[in-house]
């Protein structure tokens, strides 16, 4: 059974429709959970498709919601979990190569579309990491290479990708202190030390109206991004990383927001000794 989590915060109606609205002619799902932390959420009315559940949950951040979406999709006896942002927009057809490429090799947790703009640029074809522990999408920006073929890759993008529940119950889910952004390379990267291996599918298509959910509060944001990149670079880089990091931190505190960028440098090395506990214990 195939169930699909759409976690939402502020979807506008109308973008939150066409989001549903593709699941439901893309085929391949048997349940949708929206799970709504900003409260707003509506429903669209339209016949057809899996049946879709609105589960209201508090908001303890993306990574709490998404855990509590899979908890529940295991309860309707899902063995396969999609996870997608509000602003996802599949293409049709998106689930089968999704489910070949967990088919691939046991040790396969998780598959990730090809994630696309509108007007099909390139947004990710996975993800890896700068010197700076700065999450980077591959292909970013670019037009589909010509030779684009499944293949392997280190870290997969929370914004849309497809799951096996074995995987989600041997790591545990997401770390929900993340609250949101790095959550996705976090739990990569711990799977990968436990031996998962991730995949990317490109037949398996998807949009993305990138940054639509997170953009009321640019400063929170910033916050997040840059406490979050120093607690990766702790848990999972290099001394030099780790060093690299905090050194780019320091260095943006002379640019605005400045408040902003100094209280995330104060919380992420606030958190690098757990984080260094962390890494030690794995």
Not at 141 to 163: C, Y
Request: proline share 5%; net charge neutral.
């Amino acid at each position: 059974m195939l169930t699909v989590v759409v976690v939402t915060y502020s979807a506008t109606p109308g973008e939150l429709a066409r989001c549903l609205y593709a699941l439901g002619s893309g085929g391949g799902v048997d349940h949708v959970l929206v799970y709504d932390t900003g409260g707003s959420a509506v429903l669209p009315e339209f016949q057809g498709g899996p049946p879709v559940e609105l589960v209201r949950i508090e908001n303890r951040g993306y990574g709490a919601a998404a855990n509590a979406g899979f908890a529940h999709a295991e309860q309707l006896g899902a063995d396969r979990i999609a996870l997608l942002n509000d602003d996802v927009i599949v293409r049709p057809g998106w689930i089968p190569p999704l489910l070949a490429e967990l088919e691939h090799d046991t040790t396969v947790g998780a598959a990730q579309p090809q994630i696309v703009a509108v007007d099909g640029t390139v947004l990710s074809l996975g993800v890896t990491r700068d010197g700076y522990g700065a999450g980077v999408d591959l292909g970013d920006g670019e037009g589909a290479p010509d030779d684009l073929a499944a293949r392997s890759i280190e870290i997969f993008t929370g914004g849309a990708v497809l799951f096996r529940l074995g995987f989600l119950a041997d790591t545990g889910g997401f770390d929900e202190r993340w609250f949101l952004y790095y959550e996705d390379v976090d739990l990569a990267l711990r799977g990968g030390a436990r031996g998962w291996t991730f995949r990317l599918a490109p037949d398996s298509v998807v949009e993305h109206a990138r940054g639509l959910s997170t953009s009321a509060d640019p400063g929170r944001t910033r916050y997040l991004q840059e406490r979050n990149r120093l607690w990766a670079a702790f848990r999972h880089g290099s001394g030099g990383m780790a060093r690299r990091a905090v050194w780019l931190s320091v260095r943006r505190l002379r640019h605005k927001p400045r408040w902003v960028h100094a209280r995330a440098l104060v919380a992420g090395l606030a958190g690098a000794p757990r984080r260094l506990w962390e890494r030690r214990r794995a």
